[in-house]
C-alpha cells in the first residue's frame, strides 16, 4: 500500500469517526451561541497559556490554575459550551492515538 493513500485514507476514516462528526455538530451549534462561544474561547485560551507554560518546564502559578479550573466549572453549566469541549476533547485524543502510532514508527527507524 502506498503511504500517501493510506494517509488519504486516514483522513476519509478520520471524517467518517464519530469523534470528527460530533465535533462538527458541536462547533455548528457552538458558532449559533455567542455567549457559549466566547466561553470556550476564553477557556481554551487560558488553558492553552497554562499548557504552554508546563511544556516549557515552567510551574503555573496556583492562581492561574484555579482561574482555568473556575472557567471550566461556569463553561460547563452551559450545555452548548460543554457539548464542544467535551467533542473536542474526544476528537484530540483520537489525534493523539494516531500521533503515538505514526510516532513510533519514527522511533523505530530512527533508532530511539
Known sequence: M????????LGRA???????????????KLAADASAESMVKDFMKQKQE?????????????EKME???????VLSLNSVANDYVQSY??????I????KTIGDVVK????E
Open 50 to 62: 497554562l499548557e504552554i507554560e508546563q511544556f516549557s518546564g515552567k510551574t503555573p502559578d496556583k
Open 14 to 28: 478520520m471524517r467518517e469517526s464519530q469523534e470528527y462528526k460530533r465535533l462538527s455538530e458541536a462547533k455548528k
Open 2 to 9: 502506498n503511504v500517501y493513500d493510506a494517509a488519504n485514507e
Open 67 to 73: 482561574k482555568v479550573q473556575k472557567l471550566y466549572e
Open 89 to 94: 476533547i474526544r476528537f484530540q485524543l483520537m
Open 96 to 99: 493523539n492515538d494516531i500521533s
Open 108 to 111: 523505530e527507524v530512527a533508532g
